[in-house]
């Protein structure tokens, strides 16, 4: 087993180092994978009824697998290690990988079944032809919920037993897969990369889905799992993780039923709507799962062994000081994305079929989705605590909360105030980041204290430090665009100059303001460093 023991705070800042470098690999494959769509197939009809396809498999994977079943999962699985041992832990884990296969099975066959009635309630917008098209790619995509579930147990296993490296690559696999599948497959049944082709970007998704499971496999029976058939899902373990699940559905995937809700009323907008949203999303969660993804992946296994043994002060002063540094880590990020997005949205995607035009209302989303950056990454990493100490409905009331705000806001902005898009991005934004305020409220009120002047001063000191991010950002915004149409390296090199330099101003800022987080990050490299010149 990994030991990567943890600081004396209880947060493993060297595993958080290395998922966030694992996790910062797939974002970028994830976004070679958006620009080379992008770059053939632009922002219309094609595209806009791929996303959706994809959308309704993946929707259900961040609902029951990589977020309530992986959240479940890790809580029990890391509770029972710590009262039962590994071999009571690892049979549990048998009889979840049982039951999530006949399970999702099951699901794969009835959203294949009704794939029709899925996208009439997704795109009620579209017309008959951009809906059939939708419905055959969803048909095909389908399976790919049953292989990315029981990639997301093998994960949740692999994070709790602290094997954080393969989990976090399994997703760049998944990239990997999508890509080289998408493009050979659509290549081979359309050479020019028409409509025809998506259906090879389709089975691309499945070979993505295929290779994230397989490729954590290896390091599973490293740690000590071999897989067997047991249909006793009577097991006390068993029902804990469904009770856990049924919240957690909701409580853990709102941001995403918001998404789905804007696909929604993004059908109804024409075309590119849907596909302006999810490249700008797409983006966003760069910064996201590098940085929230990382430190809640983490921290879950540690604040759930210490609530099973009792250990509160641990408890919440790991959890404090994880939101501590995701503010550190996201807030700059948020203030970058909003002040840099259109050049960083040119030199990404725009070429091919993906024109001017659509730089332009992409980087509209991408800014006013950056606006809850700080929040989305704060739920990563408080959602999941309240499963840890037994309290599993309140994330989910709180949920519905933030869901019925999004439906309000989105009517508000596109149907009284005309935002379009941009207004379903911004009410998305909103929404989670009142939903992350009402959870640290609870959270305070049922576990005592979250530190929660050093939170308001980590806060107010990281806004402070980004203000140079947004000071050199608007003052090169100007000389950016003129190079907008200059060649990919002059463009990629003065956005690496501007960034580069936006980025030192704030490590300074950070030093100066003596900012939690700017002691953990130079840890980090300190380690790096020492690791280098050793070898």
């Known amino acids: 087993m990994s030991t990567n023991p943890p600081n004396k705070d209880g947060l493993n800042t060297k595993a958080?180092?290395?998922?966030?470098?694992?996790?910062?690999?797939?974002?970028?494959?994830?976004?070679?994978?958006?620009?080379?769509f992008a770059g053939l197939f632009g922002a219309g009809r094609g595209m806009d009824a791929f996303l959706t396809a994809f959308r309704v498999p993946n929707l259900l994977r961040d609902l029951f697998a990589e977020g309530a079943l992986s959240t479940a999962f890790i809580t029990v699985f890391s509770q029972r290690i710590a009262t039962d041992g590994e071999a009571s832990a690892w049979k549990l884990a048998s009889k979840m990988a049982t039951l999530t296969t006949v399970f999702m099975s099951l699901v794969s066959l009835l959203g294949v079944v009704f794939a029709a009635q899925l996208i009439g309630f997704l795109a009620p917008g579209f017309p008959a032809e951009k809906a059939a098209l939708t419905i055959h790619l969803t048909q095909i995509m389908y399976p790919f919920i049953l292989m990315v579930s029981l990639a997301a147990l093998v994960m949740g296993m692999l994070n709790a037993v602290n094997r954080f490296t393969a989990a976090?690559?399994?997703?760049?696999?998944?990239?990997?897969?999508?890509?080289?599948?998408?493009?050979?497959?659509?290549?081979w049944l359309d050479p020019h990369f028409g409509e025809r082709s998506?259906?090879?970007?389709?089975?691309g998704t499945l070979i993505g889905g295929l290779l994230q499971?397989?490729?954590?496999?290896?390091?599973?029976c490293k740690a000590g799992f071999r897989f067997v058939l047991d249909f006793n899902w009577r097991d006390p373990g068993v029902r804990q993780v469904l009770l856990l699940m049924l919240p957690a559905v909701i409580a853990?995937?709102?941001?995403?039923?918001?998404?789905?809700?804007?696909?929604?009323?993004?059908?109804?907008?024409?075309d590119g709507p849907i596909s302006w949203l999810s490249y700008a999303f797409r983006l966003m969660q760069l910064p996201l799962g590098v940085f929230g993804?990382?430190?809640?992946?983490?921290?879950?296994?540690?604040?759930?062994?210490?609530?099973?043994?009792?250990?509160?002060?641990r408890f919440r002063s790991t959890l404090a000081k994880a939101m501590r540094l995701a503010v550190f880590l996201t807030l700059p990020s948020?203030?970058?994305?909003?002040?840099?997005?259109?050049?960083?949205?040119?030199?990404?995607?725009q070429r091919g079929k993906f024109h001017d035009a659509d730089t332009l209302h992409t980087a509209e989303a991408l800014q006013y989705y950056a606006i809850g950056l700080v929040g989305y990454s704060c739920i990563k990493v408080l959602s999941p605590a309240f499963y840890a100490i037994n309290r599993k409905w309140t994330p989910m009331m709180v949920s519905f909360l933030s869901i019925g705000m999004n439906l309000l806001l989105n009517w508000l902005f596109i149907f009284r105030l005309g935002m379009g898009h941009r207004g379903l991005a911004l009410s998305t934004a909103l929404s989670a980041t009142v939903n992350f305020g009402l959870l640290y409220i609870l959270m305070t009120r049922v576990s005592g204290s979250l530190e929660s002047r050093a939170m308001v001063s980590t806060f107010v000191r990281c806004l402070l430090a980004a203000l140079p991010i947004g000071l050199v950002g608007w003052v090169a915004k100007p000389w950016l665009a003129g190079l907008?149409?200059?060649?990919?390296?002059?463009?990629?090199?003065?956005?690496?100059l501007v960034i580069s330099g936006a980025v030192s101003l704030f490590l300074v800022a950070s030093w100066a303001l003596k900012i939690e987080g700017f002691g953990e990050f130079v840890e980090i490299l300190q380690r790096k460093l020492k690791r280098r010149v050793k070898s």
């Open 168 to 187: 976090a690559l399994a997703s760049s696999f998944f990239n990997i897969g999508s890509i080289a599948g998408g493009v050979a497959f659509g290549w």
């Open 252 to 270: 853990a995937s709102a941001v995403q039923i918001n998404v789905m809700v804007n696909t929604i009323f993004a059908s109804k907008l024409g």
């Open 484 to 496: 907008i149409h200059g060649s990919i390296f002059l463009r990629a090199g003065a956005l690496l």
């Open 213 to 220: 499971l397989g490729v954590q496999l290896p390091s599973l």
């Open 198 to 203: 998506l259906v090879g970007l389709a089975i």
């Open 293 to 313: 993804v990382a430190v809640a992946t983490v921290t879950l296994p540690v604040i759930s062994r210490a609530s099973a043994l009792g250990d509160m002060g």
């Open 16 to 36: 958080a180092g290395i998922v966030a470098g694992a996790v910062m690999l797939s974002r970028v494959l994830g976004l070679a994978r958006e620009l080379i």
């Open 334 to 349: 948020a203030v970058g994305l909003i002040v840099l997005a259109q050049p960083i949205i040119a030199l990404i995607y």
